[in-house]
């Protein structure tokens, strides 16, 4: 078994509605260990190089003043096809179409704003995962 890790955000909505609790009981329900955790506030610097690829996109500065508006939750988990298997837990970005049962189908919604609000921030590669994780725990 070769364990893999991924950085998971629980983002500014997320937290402020009070959802942390259930993100993390789903991914300890699945069987992925909690192995880093901590509540911050984000700072505009780590925000922008968190989210480098997406500079340029017309949701990017939305995107960084949402992530900056509240206390983000950030985790790291560990498992076998970890990277995979929460961003299959997390469901698809729009959370007005993601599944049922995800995350994001389940305690999402389009609030008619520029950056969709999604609760959650899953990396998505083996190489997305390292650097996400050195970004945010050093
Ligand atoms: P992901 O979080 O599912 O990996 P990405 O494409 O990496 O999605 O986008 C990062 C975040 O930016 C999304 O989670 C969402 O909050 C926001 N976002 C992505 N695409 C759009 C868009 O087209 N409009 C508004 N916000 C978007
Ligand atoms: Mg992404």
Redesign the pocket.
Known sequence: MTTERTLVLV?PDGVARGLTGQVLARIEAKGYRLVELKLVHAERALLERH?E??RG????G??VE?MLSGPVVAAVVEGHRVIEGF?SL?G???PTTAAPGTI?GDLGRDWG??????I???S?SPESAEREIGIWFG
Request: no cysteine; glycine share 4%.
């Open positions: 983002k989210y690829e997406h996109k017309p949701f990017f939305p995107l949402f961003r997390a698809s970005t729009e994001r704003e520029q950056v969709q609000q999604n959650v921030h899953g998505d």
